[in-house]
C-alpha cells in the first residue's frame, strides 16, 4: 500500500463494495430482495452494478414475498450457500418473524450442530424522514432477545464495510440493520479502505476517549454521542465515547474497562427506551460494577410511542443531543 | 374507446357521480404534485393519478356504512369513500386537524365515519383485516360490505393467500379490489408474478375471479356491482381484478428508469378521466356546462382544504404520548 489519499465514500457506496467482494470471494454468496437487480439496483440503490457484474442468477430480484425470502435464504444457507437476503426496511422483518426466530435463529441448536444457517439480513432502519409508524422504527432488540442471531449496527461507511463482510463469512445468521439516513448523506461519509478490511464482529470502537463519563451507543447515534461529547468538553466535562458496532456479539470487555474508569454511564439509542438494548447493557453494567458506580446508568432513547408522522412530533420521539447532554449532566451532579 | 356502451349501462347520474370522484382524485392528486414540485410541501407521497376509475367504479355502490381498507397508495380510495378534502389534507401535511391528529400521515388515513377504516404501509396486510371487519358483518348480521384495495405486487405476499381462502371457506362479504398497475415499486408484474392474471388465483381458493379493464369506467362499474351485491346477499367474496397504470411511478421523485418510456407515455395518452369526460358528452350524458360546474367546485373545494391544512397547527407535544393505549400507560 502507497497510497494515503483518503477515499471519501457514503455509507451505500461502502456496502456496495462490501458484497462486490464477498461475492468475488467466493461464489457462494448470493443476494436476494426486492427490486435489488438492475435497472434498479435496489431502492436504496444499494446494490447497484451487482448483477450486471455477478448476473441475475446471484443477485435475485424477489416478488414481495418477505417469509419466501427469508426462507429461502435460510434453506440455501444449511445447503452450503451464503445468501445476503435484503428487506427493504426493518418494520417488514414482523411479516418474516417466524423465519427468522423460529428458524434461522434455532437450527443449529436444534439439530444439535449438524445443520447451520451462516446466512445475513441487511435490512435499512430509523425514523427521520416521516415515513410514519411503519416504516421508521429500530426493532434491534427483538433480533438480540433471540438466542442464535448475530446482530450489527454500523456508525459509519467504513465498519459498515468492514463489518458487512466479515458477516458475510461468519458462520451465523446476522442481522445486519443499516440507518437509512446515513446511506447517501455526505455528512456521514467517511475514509473507507479499499478491499477486503474486515472488522471482527464483537469488537466495540472507542470513538473518543475520556475519563468522566462513558457514553455507549451504536448506529447513527453514536454521532450525537460525539457531538454531546464536543459540547461538553467545553464545559469541562471529559466524556469518553464507545461505538458497539455489534449487541451480539457484545464486546463487554471494554465497556466494563471504560465504565470501571469513568464510573459513570449513559447508554443511547434511537430504539423505544423500554425493553430497548440499554435495558440490557444497563442492568449487566450494574451487575458487574454496582458497587463502583458514581451514579446509576442512564438511558438515552426513543420515547415508548410508535414513530408519529407530523415532522414535530417525529423530532419529539427521536433522541437528540440535547438530551444526550442533559442526561450527562444528570449524571454529574 | 374511453368506455363500453352496454344497455344495462349506469344511469345518467351514476355516470356523473363516477366523473365527479374521479375528477376530485385527478384534482387533488395535480395540486399535491404540484405543491411539492415547487417545494411549497415535503411529504412521502404515492401518487394515485391514473387509477381513479377503479375507486369511482366501486364507491358509488357503497353506503357510507361500509368498509374499505386501502394501502399506502390509497388518495384516490380515500377521497371516493368520502373522506372529507380537509381534514386529508390536513392529514398529509401532518397538522393536527387531520384524520388522525397528524400522527398517522397519508399511509395511515383513518375515517371512520366514511366507512374508510384502515390505510396500511405493510404490502398485503389490509387483506385479513378486511376479512375481520366482513366477519363482524356477518356477525352481526349486516348487509355491510367491505372493499379492500391492494396491489399486483400484493398478491404474492402470504397474507393474500391465507385471507382469500378465509373469506372463501367463511364466505364473507368481502370485495377483494387488486388494483394492478402491472408494477410493484420497481419490479414488472411479469417478473414476479407466475401468472398471467391475479384473477386466476381466484379459483384456486373457490372464490369468483374477474378481470376488468380498470381504466373503463362502465365496465368497472359492473364488475364491482356483481361482486357487492354477491357480498350483500350473503353468496360471498370476489376477486377484481382492475388493470390499469401508474403515471408517476412508485413514488415522488421515482427516476422510473425500469418503466419503459413508450409504455408509459401511452398509458398517459389514453388518459382515463378525460376520456370518461368525453365520453360523457359525445353519448348525451351530460353537459359541457355541467362537468365545468362540478370542477369549478373541485378546485374551490381543494383551494379551501389546501388553505385550511396550511393554515393549521402542527399537533401539540403531548400528542407524542396520547392513543398508545386508551389511557397513557407507562
Ligand atoms: C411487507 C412489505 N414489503 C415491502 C414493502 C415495500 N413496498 C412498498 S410498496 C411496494 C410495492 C407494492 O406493489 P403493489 O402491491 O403492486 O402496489 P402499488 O404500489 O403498485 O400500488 C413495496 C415492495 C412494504 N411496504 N411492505
Ligand atoms: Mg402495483
Known sequence: MTTTEPRIIPMGVALNEAMDIAMGLDEKVFLLGEDIAEPSGGVYKITKGLSTKYGT??????????????????????????????????DFIAVCLDQITNHAAKIRYMSGGQTTVPMVIRTSAGAGRQFGAQHSEMLEAWAVHTPGLKVVVPSNPADAKGLLISSIFDP?????????????????????????????LGKANIVREGKDVTVISYGKQVHDAVKAADILAAEGVSVE??????????????????????????????????CGFGAELSSRIHEELFGT?????????????????????????????ADIVAAIKSLNK | MATTNRPDSPDRETLVQMYEIQNKIKTTDERFRSMLTSGQIQLIYYSPRGQECISAGYAVHLRPDDYVVTIYRGLHDHLAKGVPMRELWAEFLGRSTGTCKGKGGPM?????????????????????????????????????????????????????????????????PVIFVCQNNLYGEHTPMSMSTGVEYISER?????????????????????????????????EGPTLIEARTYRFYGHLMGDAMEYMPKEERKAAMAADP?????????????????????????????????????????EPSLDELYTDVYEEITK
Not at chain 1, 78 to 86: L, N
Not at chain 1, 187 to 193: I, K, R, T
Not at chain 1, 256 to 274: C, G
Not at chain 1, 294 to 315: F, H, S
Open chain 2, 202 to 234: 381466484a379459483a384456486a381458493y373457490g372464490m369468483p375471479g374477474v378481470t376488468v379493464n380498470g381504466n373503463d369506467p362502465v365496465a368497472m362499474w359492473h364488475a364491482a356491482g356483481e361482486a357487492i351485491a354477491r357480498a350483500r346477499a350473503g
Open chain 1, 57 to 90: 442468477h446471484r443477485v435475485r430480484k424477489t416478488p414481495i414475498s418477505e417469509a419466501a425470502i427469508i426462507g429461502a435464504a435460510v434453506g440455501a444457507a444449511i445447503a452450503g450457500y451464503k445468501p445476503v437476503a435484503e428487506i427493504m426496511i426493518m
Open chain 2, 108 to 172: 395511515h388515513i383513518t375515517h371512520p365515519e366514511s366507512g374508510l377504516v384502515v390505510t396500511t404501509g405493510i404490502v398485503g396486510s389490509g387483506i385479513p383485516i378486511a376479512n375481520g371487519f366482513g366477519l363482524a358483518s356477518q356477525l352481526a348480521g349486516t348487509d355491510q360490505v367491505t372493499v379492500v384495495n391492494f396491489g399486483d405486487g400484493a398478491s404474492n405476499i402470504g397474507a393474500f393467500h391465507e385471507g382469500m381462502n378465509m373469506a372463501a371457506v367463511w364466505k364473507l
Open chain 2, 273 to 313: 378521466v378525460p376520456a370518461f369526460r368525453a365520453w360523457l358528452l359525445e353519448n348525451g350524458h351530460a353537459t359541457e356546462a355541467q362537468l365545468a360546474e362540478i370542477e369549478d367546485k373541485i378546485v374551490a373545494m381543494v383551494d379551501d382544504a389546501v388553505e385550511f391544512a396550511m393554515n393549521s397547527p
Open chain 1, 293 to 321: 458506580l458514581a451514579a446509576p446508568v442512564a438511558r438515552v432513547g426513543g420515547q415508548n410511542t410508535p414513530v408519529p408522522y407530523a415532522k414535530n412530533l417525529e423530532t419529539a420521539f427521536v433522541p437528540q443531543v
Open chain 1, 172 to 200: 451465523d445468521p446476522v442481522l445486519f440493520v443499516e440507518p437509512m439516513l446515513m446511506y447517501w448523506d455526505p455528512q456521514y461519509a467517511c475514509d473507507v479502505p479499499v478491499g477486503d478490511n474486515r472488522i471482527p
Open chain 1, 241 to 274: 465515547v464507545i461505538d458497539l458496532r455489534t449487541l451480539v456479539p457484545l464486546d463487554e470487555a471494554t465497556v466494563l474497562a471504560s465504565v470501571s474508569k469513568t464510573k459513570r454511564a449513559v447508554v443511547v439509542h434511537e430504539a423505544v427506551t423500554r
